[in-house]
């Protein structure tokens, strides 16, 4: 059983969700794929995010897959039915995992979930959060400018953080919201800033650790992990991009240390 | 689908699983079996506890349960594979969900684990991590004097912190572990005492958080979250006991606020 785990994302952003499933899972393979060419998808029709997404699982379905992660919160809310009905193979999105953490975590009982505009709009946050536990509070909020300000790689500049504290004004308004769920997989590249804005009053939640046992546990269930000892050099994550090499050439270094990884462009059009 | 969870335990200690079953799973129903009579299972033959352990799944299937928690690590050792084996519904035990949030806890790589004479000698948390995360230290010390200390309800009394000090003291000089799993769900009950003892060097960690979450995915993956919404009075729990009702009644008000849970002796003999 030497197949990988595929992993897509609308851009660099499913790096987070990578970097915990090479922490939690380091005997297993990894293909990613991140669409940046046509990121951001948060603001995309319905349609068009479908069909990119559908693209980017062909073109890794070629690797003999045997895990599909959807790292994208926008893809999950808008394809993971379809994706889990179509595909022979387990599917794990971002948002189930996400909301599990932050019923684990929350104490006043109301979550705050920020995300890109497609993502809010679905509130499949909400659904995923009250299907569990139905008389949950939740305050959601889009985010629109964080995808962008993140693939261009301006995250570092003085004027990010003016950026998160005007998105995130109206959730720091309501006082019993103890739990933020950051409901895209971009957001904790810029992480410490959104602590930074929130206080200590709010634990902030990414859905990259809890994704990462969510698909230790499938492969568990499955009987799906890597039974062989394999060479450690034949287990660097391969890294595609429809987009430029600079800022995943970057953000994979810098943050997550993935020095080793293969990193290269393809075409999904 | 108003089909309960079952819950299997060797005496109380899975209340600390209940307890975090119910919390994150607040729509479902639970019917949970403590072997009190019999209890302890960590110094029996392995015979024995699986004899034992499928009495108490033969009882439980009388309700129709759609998922079985195994909430005991030396059943969840022992008699685990043999349970998913024959049995139709999807089985949870205490042991890789204990396993993976070491995994995602630790930094040194290297994990302290306490259980029962029959769990660390089964090695069932190391194959656990091992099969997970090869290069991974671990340091096992079984604890027989912990489960009959708390069974017996005299765990506040001064000279535990004694019994404590004592069972931890080889761990304690081991200078690189940085996480110490808790491989008895008994263990729970007794945690402030071994934080204090272990100190602030380690994160301590019990099975209980991570299996409902676990218990949530596998919910998740299998359809089987409650899908109507039910009057909250049915929701208590049914916790029945092959031993005394003493241990029980003080334990699930003191310790986990089941004041509504419904409490009955059975026997299984």
Same mark, same amino acid.
């Given at each position: 059983? @030497? ?5 897509? @994302?609308?851009? /660099? ?9 090479? +922490?939690?899972?380091?005997?297993? +393979? ?5 669409? %940046?060419? +046509? ?18 699982? =062909? ?9 599909? /992660?959807?790292?994208?919160? %926008?893809?999950?809310? !808008? ?69 962008? !300000?993140?693939?261009?790689? +301006?995250? #570092?500049?003085? @004027?990010?953080? @003016? ?16 739990? !933020? ?22 634990? #902030?939640?990414? $859905? ?6 969510? /698909? $230790?546990? /499938? ?5 799906? =992990? ?44």
């Amino acid at each position: 059983m @030497d197949r990988p785990i595929g992993v897509i @994302d609308s851009g /660099v952003g499913g790096l987070t969700v990578l970097h915990e499933l090479k +922490r939690q899972l380091p005997k297993e +393979r990894f293909i990613y794929l991140g669409d %940046t060419l +046509r990121c951001p998808y948060g603001s995309k029709s319905d349609q068009e995010v479908q069909q990119y997404t559908w693209e980017m699982v =062909h073109y890794l379905i070629q690797f003999d897959i045997k895990v599909l /992660v959807v790292a994208c919160n %926008t893809a999950t809310a !808008l394809v993971l039915d379809q994706l889990k009905e179509n595909l022979s193979i387990p599917v794990i999105g971002v948002i189930e995992p996400g909301a599990r953490a932050a019923i684990k975590s929350t104490e006043t009982n109301h979550v705050a979930i920020i995300g890109t505009e497609n993502t809010v709009n679905s509130q499949a946050y909400d659904l995923a959060l009250r299907n569990i536990k139905p008389n949950i509070n939740t305050t959601s909020v889009s985010c629109p400018e964080f995808v962008p !300000l993140i693939e261009s790689g +301006r995250f #570092v500049e003085s @004027d990010a953080i @003016d950026v998160v504290e005007r998105s995130l004004a109206s959730i720091k308004e309501v006082y019993d919201i103890d739990t !933020l769920i950051l409901g895209c997989t971009h957001y904790p590249i810029i992480q410490p800033l959104i602590e930074q804005v929130v206080g200590d009053q709010m634990t #902030v939640l990414s $859905s990259a650790i809890e994704t990462g046992s969510e /698909v $230790s546990t /499938v492969l568990t269930f499955y009987n799906l =992990h890597q039974s062989q000892t394999v060479d450690e050099t034949s287990l660097e994550p391969v890294i595609l991009t429809t987009g430029s090499l600079h800022v995943f050439e970057r953000i994979k270094e810098e943050i997550f240390q993935l020095k080793s990884a293969s990193l290269k462009q393809i075409s999904l059009i």
